[in-house]
């Protein structure tokens, strides 16, 4: 015997029963599907931003790693050119360290974005540290090989802005916070005194300037 709770009415002028317990437990359970569907969505969309957090920090990492390669092939290169160039087999170790450094700069290229000027800097730091080193690997002028200390230099701190600026996408992805502007940042900008991004794209502007390189 059923002893839910029913109402009569008209429907359309036709006597009709509603059952109330069952009226509930429909509508509890559509309510449970709707809950359950948003916490799926939220989830997923939780999960989505942690893999892009997950290959944002693959991307930093890998780039990080590969630019230091090119700086040690870079330094490699000299050595060779500078210790060995009586050797027989000078050039076969210069070809294949030569052959290693066009690698790398082609696979960081590939992994920059041109829209991005920190990004074109560091193309243009690579393309421009790898020609000279060829230059002095087949003329042996030991000033190129200054040049190329300071050149190694710009790109390393224009790498590291573009990787912290990175992080910080990282960051802002996973936790959601942006990084707060404090008040030794405001009082920074009150005296003019400049951060380390603006120095470092200072020091690229004049690099570039003086030799009427356009990145």
């Known amino acids: ?4 709770p029913t109402e009569s009415l008209k429907l359309f002028g036709i006597p009709a029963q509603i059952d109330f317990g069952n009226f509930a437990v429909g509508v509890a359970t559509a309510a449970i599907a709707l809950v359950s569907l948003y916490i799926a969505v939220r989830s ?41 160039q009586a050797r027989a087999e ?33 193309i243009a730091l690579i393309s421009e540290i790898r ?10 002028k030991n000033a190129v090989t200054t040049d190329i200390n300071e050149i190694i230099d710009i790109l390393i701190d224009m790498s590291r802005v573009v990787l912290k600026r990175e992080w ?22 009150i005296r003019g005194v400049k951060t380390f991004e603006e120095k ?10 003086m030799r009427s390189i356009t990145p």
């Open 1 to 4: 015997m059923d002893d839910s």
């Open 44 to 84: 997923t969309k939780s999960d989505n931003k942690k893999a892009i957090a997950e290959f944002r920090q693959l991307w930093i990492d890998d780039l990080r790693s590969n630019i230091a390669d090119f700086v040690g092939c870079i330094e490699e290169a000299a050595n060779i050119a500078f210790s060995h």
């Open 90 to 122: 000078y050039h076969r170790e210069l070809d294949q360290i030569f052959g290693r450094i066009r690698t790398l700069e082609a696979y960081i290229r590939l992994k920059l974005y041109d829209h991005e000027i920190e990004h074109r800097y560091i």
């Open 131 to 140: 020609g000279r080193i060829s230059i002095y690997a087949s003329t042996g």
């Open 168 to 189: 910080n996408r990282v960051t802002i992805e996973v936790l959601g916070k942006r990084r707060n502007f404090s008040l030794s940042d405001l009082w920074s900008k």
């Open 200 to 209: 470092t794209k200072e020091r690229a502007r004049q690099f570039f300037l």
